[in-house]
């Protein structure tokens, strides 16, 4: 069993390594560890080693870690996972960004409490945000499907409280399909306006991280490789 600061240090090595394989620059390449399931100090001990982006998919245990671990001053929660409407006010409370907006709806739920005052009367800035693409249409996923994708972006654009940043996607498990699925997130945000409007491509896990990189991700989402294997 290795410690969490040496499976962080073996992965950025990973992102590192493919990175530079396909001419990228490592900086370009933000790692998120996925914290869901797992405990407070967990992420203390990744915090102090040197990660400050985390990942969960559980609205509320998202905003609980978020309140329990305000003395880590410049922590970054990143929302990953499906969001439903009734959970919107936790991830406008405590996330830095939202990788899985996948309907209008959402973005009306979000709008809506985006545009409420904190308590201590702040307004928060705009949250940045990225659609998740079902790239495949597959029917048991979320994420939006390609055919959706151009109105759900335009809904976005037009929401003064979030600014749009790019797409993700949830891959398959088989290395050879999740090749495909990262491609075909890239072809669509060239379809969709480019690098230009869509600077961001979340894709890339903890199995698939090398590939994703090599097709250009800018963030990957990686649990189990640093935390090791959840419950
Ligand atoms: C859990 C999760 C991950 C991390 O998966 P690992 O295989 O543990 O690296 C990435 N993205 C999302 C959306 C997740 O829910």
């Keep these: 069993m290795s410690t969490i600061a040496e499976a962080l240090a073996h992965v950025r090595d990973r992102i590192a390594r493919a990175a530079i394989a396909c001419s990228r620059n490592p900086e370009d390449i933000k790692l998120i560890a996925v914290s869901k399931t797992k405990p407070e100090t967990a992420v203390r001990e990744a915090y102090k ?6 990942g969960e998919n559980y609205a509320q245990e998202l905003a609980q870690k978020a309140d329990h ?3 880590l001053a410049d922590i970054e929660w990143h929302y990953i996972g499906h969001l439903q409407s009734n959970k919107a006010k936790y991830v406008a409370r405590a996330a830095h960004v939202l990788h899985a907006l996948d309907s209008p709806s959402l973005v009306r739920e979000l709008g809506k409490r985006l545009a409420q005052k904190d308590e201590n009367g702040n307004m928060r800035g705009p949250l940045p945000v990225l659609i998740e693409v079902n790239v495949g249409a597959e029917p048991q996923k979320h ?3 390609p055919a959706n994708l151009g109105p759900l972006l335009e809904a976005v654009d037009h929401e003064p409280t979030l600014k749009l940043r790019g797409l993700m996607t949830m891959p398959p498990q088989d ?7 990262f491609e075909a997130l890239v072809s669509l945000r060239n379809l969709h306006g480019g690098q230009t409007r869509l600077p961001e491509l979340s894709m890339g896990m903890s199995e698939d991280l090398e590939i994703a990189i ?3 991700a800018t963030m990957v989402r990686v649990g189990s490789a640093i935390f090791g294997a959840r419950e």
């Design 175 to 181: 290395l050879e399909n999740a090749r495909r699925a």
């Design 214 to 216: 090599a097709c250009g």
């Design 143 to 145: 994420g939006v499907s």
């Design 69 to 71: 671990l305000t003395d």
């Design 49 to 54: 080693a040197g990660q400050r982006a985390f």
